[in-house]
């Protein structure tokens, strides 16, 4: 559905965006990531035509923005970050502004209560946008990106400012926009990416650093699986029954929990699920398994590690 090949822009010797490439599907939605400066907002922009690349094409439902940029545009609906709102106007005067602007062709009337019903703004379409919470301002947002029914969705920090209630009403209203429409979502609140995209980019220093399913980031970026135990018995005892576990690679002992009982991180093959292995070798070392769980990288430190400059010298690792 959207297709970014070879993608460069420079602004004179400073290169912004350098050989990015990657593919949006129709019905995904995509998370975009980057630390600022990274060449995310330039690419976004990119995407939306409002800018031009040095090189590379973007191609958009088939149509290539530098070739076909009318065509392109059409089928993008485009919610900035601070959403481009006329507030003088109600709410239902704006999207039929926004629905003559864009030449849309179906039933006017039918449409824009189509896309009041999906965004949840029909009960205050009469009001003054300028009197709406910011929740409501940004429903409006949407809704202006959504009339005319493009395939292809663009949302910049779409729930900046917004209260928790706010974000998973919004966070909701994405995940069902995306079994329709291909939407490509930016935002530097990671937990929201996790909880609502398919699959996550990450730029950094303009280029592309992952790409990946939500799910399995920290498999990417790992050569091993972690798992993290607490285990009643002597430390000595423990860890010699866990190194004898078919895919156990590592075991490290971590702080004392409570009287008797240590915490352990293993790091394990990943062909291998030790699992049951761990479980046996316990029960018969007789040292209870109290917890065990996966200790993989969360979305922040997976972020962190592949943004994070290194620091000459110094050993990365987590704390």
């Known amino acids: ?53 040095s090189s590379g094409t973007v191609t958009v439902d088939g149509c290539e923005i530098m070739d076909d940029p009318v065509g392109a545009k059409s089928k993008i609906g485009y919610l900035p970050e601070i959403p ?74 779409p729930t900046v400012g917004l209260d928790p209630k706010q974000i998973i009403e919004m966070r909701n209203l994405i995940k069902g926009l995306g079994k329709k429409h291909t939407v490509i979502l930016s935002s530097h609140v990671l937990s929201e990416v996790q909880a609502t995209c398919d699959r996550i980019i990450i730029i950094n220093k303009g280029k592309l650093v992952a790409d990946s399913r939500t799910s399995s980031l920290s498999d990417t970026l790992s050569s091993s699986h972690n798992l993290l135990l607490r285990v009643i018995g002597t430390p000595s005892s423990v860890m010699n029954a866990l190194r004898s576990v078919d895919g156990v690679v590592k ?46 990288l969360s979305l922040e430190e997976a972020f962190l590690k592949l943004t994070e400059p290194t620091v000459p010298g110094k050993k990365g690792g987590r704390s």
Do not use: W
Request: aromatic fraction near 8%; hydrophobic fraction near 35%; proline fraction near 4%.
């Open 1 to 53: 559905m959207v297709e970014v090949k070879n993608l460069v822009k420079k602004y004179g010797s400073q290169v912004a965006v350098d050989d990015v490439s990657f593919t949006a599907e129709a019905g995904e939605i995509l998370g975009f990531l980057g630390p600022n400066g990274a060449g995310k907002s330039t690419t976004m922009n990119i995407i939306t035509g409002y800018i031009s690349s």
């Open 84 to 157: 481009p709102l006329y507030v003088d106007m109600t709410v239902r005067k704006y999207l039929e502004f926004v629905y003559n602007l864009k030449k849309v062709r179906l039933p006017k009337t039918e449409h824009i209560d189509e896309v009041c019903t999906v965004v949840k703004i029909k009960d205050i379409q009469n009001r003054l946008i300028k009197n709406l919470s910011k929740g409501y301002k940004q429903r409006v947002g949407l809704a202006q990106a959504l009339i005319g029914n493009p395939p292809v969705i663009i949302l910049d920090e």
């Open 251 to 296: 075991v490290e002992k971590g702080k004392f929990v409570y009287d008797g009982c240590y915490e352990y991180e293993l790091h394990t093959d990943k062909a291998t699920d030790p699992s049951k292995g761990i479980f046996y070798a316990m029960a018969k070392n007789n040292t209870p398994i109290v917890l065990m769980r996966s200790n993989e």
